[in-house]
């Protein structure tokens, strides 16, 4: 499909976006106002402290990023009030039930209005607490799912999950769904709700045991890693990827459901901004050092495949 058929698509849409203040999700704000402006309004599930906030973590998080200078020099003196009629931040968090927005009244708009969900929100930490992974990476799938069911006018719910649900398989490796209860390893099942319920055993064993934040902590991120190798998974991560994605399959019905698993996502690669990067995940760390000058050799297999998403 042409790149403009796709921008195509958005044209007139009210899009709700979650995870718009990461790295994937503020780039692909940027790139949906710039490639179809015409798209009607962009609501950003955003978490926050106050009323205000909101506002002020689309401000500084997002569009005070450096991709935007490309729209900014586009709109000149007409760039924040071509953001203001487009951008709806809204108060909200994916680890509760519809979605954590409590005002009633943006409820009804946004479940009248709302024509495509683009879900990004994740951690996505290779050794996250697993109780954090499981709200956001399992539970916050399904209560975005719950969410675009009461969508009367929704034409798709996109939910970004990634490649390496596949493990450390090798070969070909076809992107079919998973079933519920199928795991990587052997014929053993994964019982999703055993899952939720073992973290809060092993935290009421802490309470008990009036345990300190850093046990906690450590505790949560060990049991995490033990459940995720239990069933063939390397890292927490890809596991309540996994999770979220049997999830969203199970409890779907007849809802338009996108699942789509890029690979390693690093660096813009030509626009707007070529070679801008946020932070250092993954393979970052041998680009920047290679671009410094300070990385001149790494020892690999030349005849290796790399499989990477530049944007």
């Known amino acids: 499909m042409e790149t ?4 195509g698509y958005f044209k007139d849409k009210n899009i709700l ?5 990461g790295f994937l999700g503020t780039i692909f704000v940027e790139k949906l106002l710039r490639v179809e402006p015409n798209v009607n309004k962009l609501f950003l599930l955003v978490r926050a402290t106050n009323v205000a906030s909101p506002k002020q973590r689309i401000q500084s998080e997002v569009i005070g990023k450096e991709i935007f200078q490309v729209l900014k020099d586009k709109h000149g003196k007409g760039f924040h009030s071509f953001i203001e009629e487009k951008l709806i931040p809204v108060a909200g968090d994916v680890v509760h039930e519809n979605l954590g927005i409590e005002d009633s009244d943006i409820k009804e708009h946004l479940w009248k209005k709302i024509n495509i969900i683009v879900n990004v929100a994740a951690t996505t930490g290779f050794f996250e607490r697993y109780d954090v992974a ?3 990476n399992v539970l916050g799938a ?7 069911k009461k969508c009367v006018n929704l034409n798709m719910l996109l939910h970004v999950s990634t490649a390496y649900v596949a493990g450390e398989n090798d070969g070909l490796i076809l992107e079919n769904q998973f079933s519920m209860g199928e795991t990587l390893k052997g014929n053993s099942y994964l019982d999703i709700e055993a899952e939720l ?3 809060k055993e092993r935290k009421r064993e802490l309470d008990f045991d009036q345990s300190t934040d850093n046990i906690e902590k450590k505790t949560m991120k060990e049991l995490g890693l033990t459940r995720a190798r239990n069933f063939g998974w390397p890292n927490t991560y890809v596991f309540t990827k996994a999770m979220g994605e049997m999830l969203l399959g199970h409890l779907r019905e007849d809802l338009p459901l996108v699942i789509i698993r890029p690979s390693i996502i690093t660096s813009i690669y030509k626009e707007p901004l070529p070679g801008w990067m946020e932070g250092t995940r993954t393979i970052d760390t041998f680009i920047i050092g290679y671009a410094k000058g300070k990385l001149t050799c790494f020892l690999g297999d030349p005849n290796s ?3 990477v998403v530049s944007n």
Do not use: P, Y
């Open 4 to 7: 403009s058929r796709i921008a």
């Open 17 to 21: 976006i979650t995870g718009a203040t």
């Open 134 to 136: 499981l709200d956001v």
């Open 142 to 148: 399904k209560h975005v799912l719950e969410f675009a």
């Open 197 to 199: 319920n073992l973290v």
């Open 305 to 307: 495949t790399m499989d």
